[in-house]
């Protein structure tokens, strides 16, 4: 039986999504197509995969991501979706599942990859919101007219959007940086 | 070279080193560890991947050469990554020593 689900979960939610991936899994629902907004499941036995998001350093197609998931496939770690460089990996439960030998410093790379794709993806918002404000001024220069007013109401809608994204980064932001510190501290006593 | 930077090695690699005294690919390296610690130490396909890409940068193992790019590569360890087992096998014999006079 197959079952196509669609759920939004936002970037700094891939703690959840792997939750509720892991949850169908128990359920008996085995992820076999994963992409944006779009989960397909067929049901097999309960709790036979443990899924695991993962957010590759390099574009899919590039030779070191490529050498990566040959390097995980001969482990027995299955690709089943992707959207952007996220990638859906999934691993029979009973060969161990994801589980990483030193967790602290697991947790460490996890959270350094995300900050740093969350904070590339800011420096673009913030990109965006400064063009838009430029064209707003530009335009508060020129001869009123229906052009200039048109021009204006886009980079002020832009410029609003982008900045309410940005903001809702920050609460994200220092969460990640408590895991961090977190993680370190974790790696003062134990490998 | 001696490990003259107090460098500890982390199990994963210690024992991925000690694997690759006969060369392996990546899954025989698990095998061969999860062999040698009687079942104990499971090695993570991720952990793994990390260790061997930091050796094959420190020179510690190579890759040897395989026809195909994409086919699975076999590893080995070099001599530079015999002196750091070495290293490391003193450090630890020490830290046994130490702790058997104490508690003993």
């Known amino acids: ?191 | 070279m001696i490990n003259n930077e107090n460098k500890v090695l982390t199990e994963a690699v210690f024992y991925t080193l000690l694997a690759l005294y006969s060369p392996l690919h990546g899954y025989g390296i698990m095998q061969e560890t999860e062999k040698m610690s009687n079942g104990r130490l499971k090695l993570s396909a991720g952990t793994l991947y990390g260790a061997i890409s930091t050796m094959l940068d420190k020179h510690w193992i190579k890759a040897l050469p395989s026809e195909e790019e994409s086919r699975r590569k076999e590893y080995r360890i070099t001599e530079l990554g015999k002196s750091i087992v070495k290293a490391e096998l003193a450090r630890l014999e020490e830290l046994v020593e130490n702790g058997k006079k104490i508690i003993e």
Request: net charge positive; glycine share 4%; aromatic share 12%.
């Open chain 1, 1 to 191: 039986m197959k079952k196509i689900v669609r759920k939004i979960f936002f970037v700094w939610e891939y703690e959840k999504e792997e939750q509720w991936l892991n949850e169908m899994s128990k359920e008996g629902w085995e992820l076999v197509k994963a992409s944006f907004r779009k989960y397909q499941f067929e049901s097999g036995i309960p709790n036979e995969y443990t899924i695991r998001l993962e957010l590759l350093d390099k574009s899919l197609n590039s030779k070191e991501s490529t050498s990566y998931l040959n390097f995980l496939k001969e482990t027995g770690i299955e690709m089943v979706g992707e959207c952007k460089q996220w990638i859906y990996l999934r691993c029979k439960t009973a060969d161990g599942g994801f589980e990483p030998n030193n967790r602290a410093l697991y947790n460490l790379t996890h959270v350094l990859k995300i900050q740093e794709f969350i904070s590339k993806t800011k420096n673009r918002l913030v990109a965006l919101i400064a063009i838009s404000m430029c064209g707003l001024l530009i335009m508060n220069h020129l001869e009123p007219s229906n052009f200039a007013d048109f021009i204006s109401g886009v980079c002020t809608g832009i410029a609003l959007s982008t900045s309410i994204v940005t903001l809702s980064f920050y609460p994200f932001s220092k969460r990640t940086n408590e895991k961090v510190k977190a993680a370190i501290n974790e790696l003062y006593t134990c490998e």
